[in-house]
Each structure stands twice: as structure tokens, then as C-alpha cells.
């Protein structure tokens, strides 16, 4: 920490005026952010566009809410101000939070700080980029079916989701999925972040060996970079004592009931359907045509499922579980698949069955396929979070992960 914490702030703001005309992480900056005294004095904070700062813009990534201007802030970044916190800005989504890339209508697209032009994925994708590049300690994003791991591992930083209702939450999810969540470039930062956001003490937690269970083959298969990933880090939890073995991974009927589950959380905005963009327009009209019934049996199919593939192995043969983030490396942005669509569940057949799991997770930086980052998904049982972390700092101190500096940002 710096003896001068603001000196960490105009550091900051001095290399979002570098970088972000190039990266478009931010899409509001406060050139007057203060840091205070406190335990993240000397910290600065991005904060995602779809969770309320206090003056700043809202827009949720949408036309809808351009001129939007909330007057507080959500729980967790009032926490963290308290805490001495700068809030430097909000950062990039897309429309509603609905896509795995992150691009809108009213805003550049944002790129992935490891290549121009290559997703930083999403929906947390500013805040992921915003770290990744050195603009930016921490932040703070959402993620509901998988965006704060998405854009980790795209980006190739820490992203945690908590447990739902760790840290409080004025949105509205009827499906109860979406959390508040810390991102950070390593598990170090994201413990602190956490600690405040959730107000828990960091609890210390001693050595010990644990059951790992090791995500296999798929049906819908992954790409040879995330498996190897996924292989290189069993074999470094197995090198430090813990007991690794093979699991089965089957996500598609999850994938099948959050499709219908999402299009109805979508359906509940408060706005007319035509004021959106297309795509997301159409997703809203499709949610609203749905039956109660439609989704709950939706709701209920896919939960079973979440709870064959991610529960029953943590209520039984294991203590954590280990997965590739993504099926997928980072994609050009325009080869991101649509939303809900059939090559978005090979994308997120890791990180999907967790939200509906409950449990907490980690995406850790595992290092890198053909220059673009790749990371592997530690998944912890409810309300473990301390746990998960002591875990995901040890494999993040291991040969071949945790965060590495994109090239040009210094």
C-alpha cells in the first residue's frame, strides 16, 4: 500500500487516459475520485454500469437508462468507500448484462487487454479489462450465470462469485441467481475486497488435504487448451497433497432451463420491449410470452441438474470441484455466439451449473494459449468462501498460474 494513497488514484487515472481510448473499459470516469483512510485506502474501484454509484451515470449498457444518475450507492460499493476506497468510474457491459461478450448500442465495444479486437468476455467485461490493464485496483461487477468468471478468465485476472446473499443486493433477480461480486489480479486482492463487500473478517484457515473432483470429458466437449489447463491444475493440487480424481460434467439441461429462466428475468424490466435493441428486444418478448408454468418447470429442470453435476460430489466424495472456466478460448468479438444460443452453452457449460448450484467459485488465471489467457474454476461448497480462497491462493502461487501482465501496460 502506498504511503500516499492518492498518489495509487492519479497513478490510476493517468493510465485510463494511456489505455482506455484504446480498451473502452470505463464509460464514466471520476477525475475527481478521493481515496480515505481505512482498510482499502489506496485502492481504487471499477464498478460495473448495471449497479448504482452515487452521481454517476446508470445505464445498465442500454438507450433506455442513458440519462439515468442514481442518488446512492449499492450496498457493496457504500461499503466500500466507507472502507477508504477511490470509486474511479463505471465500466462497460452489455445491454441488460445479457451476453458473454461486451458490446451495446451506446457505447465502443471493449477489448481485451491482451489483444485488440478479442472479447474481454461479460458481462463484467469493463471491470475485468479495467483491472487486467492497471486502470483500476479491484472491481466490483455481477454475475448471475457466470459473468464475473467469464471476463476473469478472459481477461486473465481473480474473479470470485460469492454465495448468493453474502453480499447484499438491492437488484431485482426473481430467480435468485445474480450476485455481487469482487474482481481482482490476484486472490490476494479479491480477499480484501470481499471482506469488505461481504463485512466478514478474513477467516484463516489451516493446511490440510483435500478431495478434489476434476471435471473429465464433456458431451458438448471444450477445447484442448482449457482441458490441458484444467489437467495442468489437478496435477498441481495432486503435487501439494491434495487427492484429485475424475468427475463426470453433463450441463445441457442446464443450459436448456436457463435459457427459458433468463428470458423471464429479462421479461421483468420495467420498460417497453421497442426501446431496446434488437436482440435484446426480442429475448424481452419471449419472456414476457411465458407461462408461469413454462418457468417453473424450467427453473425446476434445471436446478435437478445443477445439483446431479455441481451438489451431490460436494455433499459427498468432495470437498472442492475443478473446472476449465470456459469451454472455450477468448473469441474475437465479432464471433462471440448470440445469447442463449446453441454455441453459448458449449461457451459456459463450467460456469452455468454453479449459479444454479448456489455455491461459491473462483476463476483463476492458468496461463496462456497462443497469447490470450485461459482459467480454471475452483467451486467450493455453500457458504465456504474462505475456504474456496485459501485454496485458489494456493494453486494461484504454483508455476504456470495466476496473473501476468498483458504486454503494453505497464
Known sequence: MSSDPQAVVRAHLEAIDRFDSDLHAFVYVDRDARSSSGPLSGVTLAVKDNLPVKGMPWTDGSAVWRDRVPDHDTIAVARARTAGAAILGKTNLPEL????????????ATNNPWRSGITPGGSSGG????????????????DMGGSI?????CCGVVGLRPSPDRV????????GLSVVAPLGRTVRDVKRLYSVMSQTPESTQAARSFRVGMAGATALGMEDACARACRRAGNALQAAGHLVRTIPWES???ATGYGVVRR?????????PQLFAPGIRKLVEQ??????????????SATAAAHAVVVKPLLGDFDFLLTPTLGLVPMAIAEVPPFLSEPYGRYIQFVLP??????PAISIPAGLHDGLPVGVQLVGKPGQEWQLLALAEQLEGMPGFGFEKPPSFD
Request: hydrophobic share 55%; with cysteine.
Open 354 to 359: 454453479v449459479s444454479f448450484a448456489h455455491t
Open 127 to 142: 471491470s475485468a479489462a479495467a483491472v487486467a490493464a492497471g486502470m483500476a485496483t479491484v472491481a466490483i461487477g455481477t
Open 149 to 153: 468468471r467469464i471476463p476473469a478468465s
Open 252 to 254: 445441457e439441461a442446464v
Open 287 to 300: 419472456g414476457r410470452a411465458l407461462s408461469a408454468l413454462d418457468y417453473f418447470q424450467a427453473f425446476e
Open 168 to 175: 447484499p443486493s438491492e437488484i431485482v433477480d426473481p430467480a
Open 97 to 108: 448484462a445479457a451476453a458473454v461478450g461486451c458490446t451495446n448500442a451506446i457505447f465502443p
Open 264 to 272: 423471464a428475468s429479462m421479461a421483468s424490466f420495467p420498460a417497453d
